[in-house]
């Protein structure tokens, strides 16, 4: 009787936090509000206190906050300091030879309307405006119900997010709506720019993100596949059937998101869904070989192009 008391105490906890950070995510967009990691510990750590949970979250998500922004701040300032050609000629030789022509094109070309903007373009920008938003609500809810799982995953994404940096420093990616700009491409539209521009008057929240420089040549590989395909991979460690199909449904949006709206080459998704697995496998050679992650957080099967990989 008091496990069950239990079970429904915890899934009261965490459902009125998820509800009260997708509720304040759901306002901060509609206000054309990108919310940004460090916007998001200050909204989280409110639910967490309120539940009891305060001085666990900050001890947990401080590190992980830090190395986010850290993230952020060096991908738009190393950048800008070494200062590598772009490149643009062979990405787009790539695609013409995968694909025999421009994905993002092709996309726009046959579902785009110029001037009058259908609910996908509409569902492709919020699924990209919301590419922090939905990662951390999903870790925060780890957080409060598989935190072995949540340690395992968060290592997996700084190990993610570091690989694309440093390939971004040294490989910077012109996206397809700069290449289209400069006649690299037939003419695209950057969708994002036009279907916000329907939002209500933009709101302002402070951030740190406002003294970082932003990095616009950061197209390969995309961070934006990666980190929703590290969602499927942790979807799969806990073993939810719901959670699998909702996590993997989110990753192809995303997928098709980044490319029609022109701000990623399908090179580029692609690359980033390598890198994922990557994440995933060095997350777990690090946590065995320093003992930081317990093994029960990563031990399931998934399924891999040449079978059935074991990671017990």
């Known amino acids: 009787m008091n496990e069950e008391i ?5 899934r009261f906890i965490t459902g009125g936090s998820i509800v009260y950070l997708v509720g304040i995510s759901a306002l901060m967009l509609r206000h054309n509000i990108w919310f940004s990691p460090d916007q998001f510990f200050i909204f989280a ?49 790539l695609e013409k030879f995968l694909f025999g022509s421009i994905p993002t094109v092709v996309l726009q ?26 990662p951390l609500i999903f870790l925060f809810w780890l957080w409060m119900r598989y935190h072995q799982v ?18 971004m420093t040294f490989f910077p990616a012109m996206p397809p709506w700069m ?42 590989p ?41 701000e990623h080459w399908a090179i580029d998704a692609i690359a980033g869904i390598f890198y994922a697995f990557g994440a995933f496998w060095g997350a777990k050679f690090v946590g065995e070989k320093l003992n930081l992650i317990h093994a029960s957080a990563y031990r399931t099967t998934i399924t891999s192009p040449r079978g059935v990989i074991s990671t017990k």
Do not use: C
Request: no cysteine; net charge positive; proline share 4%.
């Open 45 to 93: 750590l409110v639910a967490a206190v309120i539940f009891g949970r305060g001085k666990k979250f900050i001890s947990d998500w401080a590190p992980i906050i830090l190395i986010f922004l850290s993230y952020e701040f060096f991908h738009g300032a190393l950048p800008a300091i070494l200062k590598f050609p772009v490149h643009s000629t062979d990405l787009i030789a």
């Open 109 to 134: 070309q046959r579902f785009l309307s110029p001037g009058h903007f259908s609910i996908f373009d509409f569902l492709f920008s919020l699924t990209y405006m919301a590419f922090w938003i939905v």
């Open 179 to 220: 290449a289209a700009e400069r006649g690299l491409i037939d003419p695209i539209q950057r969708v994002l720019y036009q279907t916000t521009a329907y939002l209500t008057v933009p709101g302002a929240l402070p951030t740190l993100y406002q003294y970082f420089r932003g990095n616009e040549v950061a197209a390969m």
């Open 222 to 262: 995309s961070v934006h596949a990666e980190i929703p395909t590290l969602m499927f991979l942790a979807a799969l460690l806990v073993k939810n059937k719901l959670l699998i199909l909702l996590t993997l449904a989110y990753s192809l949006l995303t997928y098709v998101s980044i490319v029609y709206l022109g």
């Open 6 to 10: 239990n079970r429904r105490h915890d």
């Open 150 to 167: 949540f340690k395992f995953i968060i290592l997996a994404f700084f190990i993610g997010l570091y690989a694309t940096f440093i390939t």
